[in-house]
């Protein structure tokens, strides 16, 4: 549920009222039950008719499918003296932990398949206690990883990994390494592999603007940490045939673009694109002069406003281009 005093248990009845969820999947509602029936009155909806369980009963419980579709697991804990909503209390902090814990709990012993968690106020977290910067910070400790983890943001468009989570921008170049930004592509790597059950392509973004510009811009990050760690990946034989680490994606979230790209392991987003220059590698000015040919033909394609034939000359077009790339790849 999240912060019980935020939009958690909002969405949470949401979800739970939602047919088309609870079609294809069981939700197990890790709550404070009066807190959602509390949010049904306050919202003007009827209370859901669901199972709720205390949370000894569900983790005694060795037989889930004698509940509904959707069953609370019931964190009977929030005092509604002190209770306000919108407001940080160290109560709600302590019981947005526990929700989280127990859904933890659940996940490592089989009962569910996968936690979704409904937003955390991280200062209603340390009041009670807590010093953890966020979710990710949670689950990472109780997986035991040994520090070997990152945030991924997954969508069938465009997945986005972090190689630093919860910090200030000024704090980012100091948390940087070769190895830190090899992990994040590994685990990248190793994780859509399983989502896609394919290879994915992965595109590494730089820090600064440009790329750095080849020091140009920034403290060296990108020769001194993000170019080792693309080397040393080149080495894992993932056959990435370009693996290049300019900031770019823009053009695929806007124009939505459908491009042979499944990830992109991002550490801070930068918009221009890197110039053309002679003293880069074939393979990579190529690359470079295909994502400008995007830039121009994606409004093209993507406006509204285009009539039919119009449309079919920049579809013709834009498969023009990829032929002139295949054709220019295979001749150099």
Same mark, same amino acid.
């Given at each position: ?8 248990? =909002? ?15 069981? *939700? ?9 029936? =509390?949010?049904?009155?306050? *919202? ?11 949370? =000894? ?13 959707? $069953? ?22 302590? *019981? ?79 948390? $940087? ?43 060296? =990050? ?100 990829? *032929? ?9």
């Amino acid at each position: 549920m999240g912060d019980p005093a935020g939009v958690g248990p =909002e969405l949470i009845l949401r979800a739970a009222r939602s047919l088309e969820l609870r079609s294809q999947c069981d *939700l197990h509602i890790f709550a404070d039950w009066k807190v959602l029936q =509390e949010c049904c009155r306050h *919202l003007g909806w009827s209370i859901p008719e669901v199972s709720v369980v205390s949370v =000894e009963a569900y983790q005694e419980c060795d037989n889930l499918q004698l509940y509904d579709t959707v $069953l609370v697991i019931d964190h009977a804990e929030i005092d509604f003296a002190q209770f306000e909503i919108g407001k940080v209390s160290q109560q709600c902090g302590h *019981l947005a932990f526990r929700l989280i814990q127990s859904s933890i709990d659940a996940a490592i012993s089989g009962k569910i398949s996968a936690v979704a968690t409904g937003p955390i106020n991280k200062l209603a977290l340390k009041a009670a206690g807590y010093n953890y910067p966020g979710h990710t910070e949670m689950f990472a400790e109780r997986a035991a990883t040994d520090d070997r983890w990152c945030m991924m943001q997954y969508s069938p468009t465009i997945t986005c990994t972090f190689a630093t989570v919860h910090c200030g921008y000024a704090q980012v170049p100091k948390l $940087l390494s070769a190895e830190r930004i090899l992990d994040t592509i590994l685990l990248t790597d190793a994780a859509l592999n399983r989502i896609l059950r394919k290879k994915p392509k992965l595109l590494v973004c730089g820090l600064n603007p440009h790329a750095g510009e080849s020091g140009l811009f920034g403290d060296g =990050e990108e020769e001194r940490f993000i170019s080792p760690a693309i080397e040393a990946a080149r080495k894992k034989a993932f056959g990435w045939k370009v693996l290049c680490r300019q900031t770019r994606f823009l053009f695929l979230t806007v124009y939505r673009i459908a491009m042979p790209l499944c990830a992109c392991i991002t550490i801070r987003v930068t918009f221009p694109l890197r110039p053309w220059h002679s003293s880069l590698p074939l393979i990579q000015r190529l690359d470079y002069l295909w994502f400008g040919l995007q830039s121009i033909m994606a409004p093209l394609l993507t406006s509204p406003g285009k009539e039919k034939p119009n449309r079919i000359v920049y579809l013709l077009l834009y498969a023009w281009l990829h *032929l002139w790339l295949i054709v220019s790849l295979l001749s150099r």
